[in-house]
């Protein structure tokens, strides 16, 4: 069959989902929707779309698509999924699910009463380099996962919307944490569960922009007694920065998938866009060579476009971003208490 696609929301995000569905057979966009026409607009001629509208609510009600995808901010995703479920459609919806773990049970729990099938739009747990690193987790080749540690880091959000907290529902913490506990579960497990965490945070330099926090770290501890540690920034120069570091007993596994590219550039002439929240495009630079496919865009596209196509559940689901939306609530709570507390689940 080919998967009829219908995308909500027409900025950065849903520029990488189509950038990642290039590549992919068997889907077709057939139109965009967006509150603001005209950005919808120079969206489907960029990508060749059919049709761009500002009506949602039309768009989700159309009979002739089989999947929607929610490239929308943080403050609208329960609207939109709980709408796209009681209208049968399954639904894609980005990171992270909510802005708190009452959001995305609502979320969660409106998809599963649908029947319709749900996917988390987690992009480092298909990421190339993660899925093969996994690929030596799972068949022993590091032995007993201990520990994992994650950095997640860039110079600060593109939309003002992202440096409310109100409206985000956290600082660099949720932006960029999300990430970073999805890919310690998907190293160390999902059958062993996240039971209590630790959680600094802070506003160390954008306090003209933001109410949240520009930096965190988080310690997680699972039920098996193995721990992950992730670093979060809005104040790191230098463009993007994805890191894991995966320790086991027999064996340790490095993934960085924005430094050590395999293309290194030097200009004094200025290379345009290089590299998401790049800051320079002069001196010596380090271009990924497909942004789309490096960050897990294209994976994860693949992935949700063959799961409609073999009506099968996707391996990232809205169950998936509820659960990092109760590690998050904890984490924020241990922020206030400045102690560790309990994932409630």
């Given amino acids: 069959m080919t998967v009829r696609i219908g995308l909500i929301g027409s900025g950065f995000v849903s520029n990488f989902y189509m950038s990642g569905l290039q590549n992919v057979a068997g889907y077709e966009a057939r139109v965009v929707a967006s509150p603001n026409l005209e950005h919808a607009q120079r969206f489907a001629d960029k990508w060749k779309i059919g049709k761009a509208t500002n009506n949602v609510e039309e768009t989700i009600l159309r009979k002739d698509l089989d999947l ?5 901010p943080n403050y609208v995703h329960r609207e939109l999924a709980v709408a796209c479920a009681k209208a049968g459609k399954n639904v894609v919806c980005t990171k992270p699910l909510a802005r708190n773990r009452f959001e995305a049970k609502e979320m969660l729990d409106a998809v599963k009463a649908a029947g319709v099938l749900h996917g988390y739009a987690e992009t480092e747990v298909f990421s190339p380099s993660v899925m093969k690193a996994h690929e030596f987790v799972s068949s022993g080749k590091i032995g007993r996962v201990l520990m994992v540690r994650s950095r ?4 600060g959000p593109h939309e003002p919307w992202f440096w409310k907290k109100d409206l985000a ?12 506990i999805e890919a310690a579960r998907y190293f160390i497990g999902k059958e062993n569960p996240v039971v209590e965490v630790v959680a600094w945070g802070d506003r ?6 933001t109410d949240a926090e520009d930096n965190a770290v988080l310690l ?18 230098g463009g993007l920065d994805l890191r894991n570091e995966v320790y086991g007993t027999e064996g340790t596994i490095f993934t960085d998938v924005t430094r050590e590219t395999p293309l290194k550039v030097f200009t004094t002439r200025g290379a345009g866009y290089v590299v998401e929240k790049g800051d320079v495009d002069t001196g010596w630079l380090f271009p990924p060579i497909d942004e789309a496919w490096t960050y897990g865009y294209r994976e994860e596209m693949r992935h949700f476009v063959e ?12 169950e998936d971003g509820y659960v990092v939306s109760c590690i998050l609530d904890a984490a924020y709570k241990s922020m206030e208490t400045r102690r560790w507390e309990r994932v409630e689940y």
């Fill in 307 to 318: 799961c409609v196509e073999t009506n099968q559940m996707p391996r990232e689901t809205f």
């Fill in 152 to 155: 997640e880091a860039h110079s």
């Fill in 169 to 180: 529902g956290g600082g660099a913490l949720l932006d960029m944490g999300c990430h970073t």
């Fill in 204 to 209: 160390l330099f954008h306090h003209d922009k």
């Fill in 68 to 72: 929607i995808v929610l490239g929308v």
């Fill in 220 to 237: 997680m501890k699972f039920e098996g007694g193995q721990s992950a540690v992730a670093e979060l920034s809005w104040t790191a120069r």
